[in-house]
């Protein structure tokens, strides 16, 4: 994968992490996480991006964020915010708690779908 993409899933996280909707979103950002092209965004698109985004964050392949593995994505408050239990690691769990989160607080008409 580029760097190109992995720099989108990162602005795309911090983007539904202030839970902006996805018109706010820059074109290629979505086209890259919308598979079906539909110009929305399902929760299942949702997961998969972010479940590729996790294992491109995790450089060492352990299952967990450090800091310096999510620093370039995530800054120091959406680390905290994600680090549930304040170990300093961020678990598979405790991401995709925060993802989960994140798509219900963009999903402002929770149609599951965020346009
Ligand atoms: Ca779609
Ligand atoms: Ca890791
Ligand atoms: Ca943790």
Do not use: C, W
Not at 59 to 68: A, P, V, W, Y
Not at 89 to 111: C, H, K, P
Request: net charge negative; glycine share 6%; charged share 30%.
């Amino acid at each position: 994968m580029t760097r190109g993409i992995i720099i989108t899933a990162a602005v795309f996280l911090a983007s539904v992490a202030s839970a902006q909707t996805v018109a706010e979103l820059h074109e290629n950002e979505l086209k890259a996480i919308d598979s079906n092209n539909d110009g929305f965004l399902s929760k299942d698109e949702f997961n998969a991006f972010s479940d590729y985004a996790f294992q491109e964050m995790d450089d060492d392949k352990n299952g967990t964020l450090g800091q310096d593995e999510a620093k370039p994505f995530l800054d120091i408050k959406q680390f905290q915010k994600t680090d549930r239990n304040n170990d300093n690691l961020v678990s598979r769990a405790e991401y995709d708690a925060q993802m989960n989160d994140d798509f219900s607080a963009a999903d402002q008409d929770g149609n599951g779908q965020l346009d």
